[in-house]
């Protein structure tokens, strides 16, 4: 599968981005895939930001963004979202989409980079002070 990302850009503090990841090729079908955010900031690791796994039933977030960043999916899109609410300069990233093949996460290893199989090439984040 092929993971586009896109919807990232300059922001004042305090304000909103929507991120989407269209995912494309053939195999499985889309909605058998657990999908995730990750965000890397320059000179740092890629963190994890977000998960939702297959059924969209279960979300996973970062404690960072807890309350302010929600993620969700579309499966007739074959797309997964990111919105950002009262985004401030540490959310200052190049954002990742990612998909996991296996499908379901939990709380242990939605987090973990090696559970995902395929990754976007990212969108930049920029938050103003």
């Known amino acids: 599968v092929q993971l586009q990302a896109f919807g990232g850009g300059l922001v004042q503090a305090g304000g909103s981005l929507r991120l989407s990841c269209a995912a494309s090729?053939?195999?499985?079908?889309?909605?058998?895939?657990?999908m995730g955010w990750f965000r890397q900031a320059p000179g740092k690791d890629r963190d994890f930001v977000a998960a939702?796994?297959?059924?969209?039933?279960?979300?996973y977030y970062a404690d960072s963004v807890k309350g302010r960043f929600t993620i969700s999916r579309d499966d007739a899109k074959k797309s997964v979202f990111l919105q950002m609410n009262s985004l401030k300069p540490e959310d200052t990233a190049v954002y990742y989409c990612?998909?996991?093949?296996?499908?379901?996460?939990?709380?242990?290893?939605?987090?973990?980079?090696?559970?995902?199989?395929?990754w976007g090439q990212g969108t930049q984040v920029t938050v103003s002070s």
């Open positions: 939702i796994n297959w059924s969209g039933g279960d979300t």
């Open positions: 990612a998909a996991d093949s296996y499908g379901v996460l939990d709380e242990i290893v939605a987090g973990k980079r090696d559970e995902y199989d395929y």
């Open positions: 090729g053939r195999g499985r079908t889309f909605n058998n895939y657990a």
